[in-house]
């Protein structure tokens, strides 16, 4: 087992070992927190958790004690089970973040985006777009864009990756270079959690290497201990006790070493694939988004952070407010005097006797109004309308009063929060979109596929209106741009049409 994970001139196995240990320690267990509560999943808990249904949802994690019949601070065995069933309450989860991420995916990558080569020959630039085009969508098209946006909005930060087959890009010489590109290059983008950037001393915005780091299950069994076994790190593996051992599939980690000009694969300690790159020598073509800007930081804003008190407030109150009507909307009995009542239920037609003259029965309960619980749950609402700039319009609950203003003024006005929000990530994202292209341009002009100068490698991101269009509108302001002297071809692709569909000249 090789000891070395590093390289020679570059990093060496002591900073990897350090920062994979850093990242799980201190920043991993943030970023999964922050997905589980976009994810909010329904976890099996058994008897334990308290929970009649058996499993729990992520987000009741933020409830206080007195709605879930659990204590933190007293441990898990400071009341019985059956003590944490009775006093367990009305548990309402009601998920607002996760819509609102998604609302803002769409509105950012609902529809395709397209990549613009400023080469000032034409013919050459139409060749990049087409490169640059099967590329991305050899990698995954919009459904990849879709998943870098999911991914940056929930953690904050996506990085893109850059893969280039050199041998594929050789094999593939003088065919048509969208076929050899789509072939030989790959854009893929990686999980925070596995990320782990190590970053340049004097200029944090540089990599002087990434590492991807992550465990996968193997198609393998093993024999450990029932106390369980500890992480593997580097192919390490510390025993927790020598108790009775039991049979479980078998894990594995793996790490990607990326340095400017190399590359090398570690599974379980051992080096099994590694090379060194002519085509990209002085960079790590790894691609670094921001999902909101964050001055003299690697990581970006997440969207999901900012929430998650207004979220625990939230199915705090709805779980209050779901247990008092509980309490409130059946009507219940007090009987004084009577010998048997609490055995046989109160049914219509029943009629009970007693030779007790002081013998009664009270009713009470009945659902009653509570307009400052009410309010205060609107308030909640509101407070989450304006932190992720997202308001129920957006999701479809037309509620906003729009006055006599035409649809689409109306639309931009109460929206103009979201759409605000949408421009400035256009930036963060577009940016990535253009230095990823960048890179692919740079491998393919080295291979001798696409030959572009750096004055020709020029490029911008052509992004749709984020509202619906209404299709006379579009046609209208096509017709303008047209007399001004914009091509076919830049028209067509923004109505939304290809050189290939059918009816196209």
Do not use: C
Not at 474 to 499: F, M, N, P, Q, T
């Amino acid at each position: 087992m090789p000891d070395r994970l590093g390289t020679e001139r570059g990093l060496d196995d002591a900073l990897i070992r350090v920062a994979i240990e850093e990242h799980e320690k201190a920043v991993a267990p943030r970023l999964e927190e922050l997905w589980r509560y976009f994810r909010n999943p329904a976890e099996p808990v058994g008897a334990e958790g308290g929970s009649s249904r058996g499993w729990r949802l992520a987000q009741e994690a933020g409830l206080p004690a007195r709605v879930t019949g659990r204590s933190s601070g007293l441990g898990e065995d400071a009341f019985s089970l059956d003590d944490r069933a009775r006093t367990r309450r009305e548990v309402v989860i009601e998920n607002d973040i996760a819509w609102r991420v998604l609302t803002m995916v769409d509105f950012l990558f609902g529809r395709p985006v397209r990549i613009a080569s400023e080469a000032s020959d034409a013919g050459l630039a139409a060749d990049v777009e087409r490169v640059l085009d099967a590329v991305w969508e050899a990698s995954g098209g919009l459904a990849l864009l879709q998943d870098v946006a999911l991914l940056g909005h929930v953690y904050g930060h996506v990085d893109l990756a850059v893969r280039v087959d050199e041998g594929a890009l050789a094999e593939l010489a003088g065919e048509d270079p969208a076929v050899v590109a789509a072939h030989a290059i790959r854009i893929e983008p990686i999980e925070a959690t596995r990320g782990v950037p190590i970053l340049s001393a004097g200029d944090y915005r540089r990599l002087d290497g990434y590492l991807v780091h992550f465990e996968r299950e193997l198609n393998e069994v093993e024999r450990t201990d029932r106390a369980g076994r500890a992480k593997r790190l580097f192919g390490r593996e510390r025993a927790n006790g020598r108790a009775s051992s039991r049979l479980q599939r078998k894990r594995g980690t793996v790490t990607e070493v990326f340095e400017p000009g190399r590359w090398r694969r570690v599974e379980d300690g051992e080096v099994v694939a590694e090379r060194a790159s002519s085509l990209l020598p002085d960079v790590v073509p790894v691609v670094h988004v921001q999902n909101g800007s964050q001055p003299f930081r690697y990581s970006g804003l997440s969207e999901v952070e900012a929430l998650i008190p207004l979220q625990d407030e939230l199915n705090t109150r709805l779980s209050d407010r779901a247990s008092r009507v509980t309490m409130q909307s059946f009507r219940m009995y007090l009987a004084k005097g009577l010998d048997g009542f609490d055995r046989v239920p109160v049914t219509p037609g029943s009629v009970w006797s007693t030779n007790n003259p002081d013998a009664s029965i009270e009713s009470f309960g009945g659902d009653g109004a509570s307009p400052s619980e009410e309010s205060h749950i609107e308030q909640i609402r509101e407070a989450m309308d304006k932190a992720s700039a997202v308001p129920p319009l957006a999701g479809g609950v037309v509620r906003a009063k729009v006055g006599n203003l035409t649809s689409a003024n109306a639309l931009r006005i109460t929206l103009l929060s979201l759409l605000a929000k949408t421009a400035r990530k256009r930036v963060t994202y577009g940016r990535g979109i253009v230095e990823a292209s960048g890179l692919v341009l740079d491998a393919l002009a080295g291979a001798g596929v696409l030959m572009t100068g750096e004055r020709e490698r020029g490029l911008r991101v052509a992004w749709p209106d984020a509202l619906p269009s209404v299709p006379a509108e579009d046609l209208s302001a096509a017709e303008s741009k047209r007399e001004l002297g914009v091509g076919d071809e830049r028209l067509l692709a923004e109505l939304g049409y290809g050189s290939g569909d059918p009816g196209v000249v």
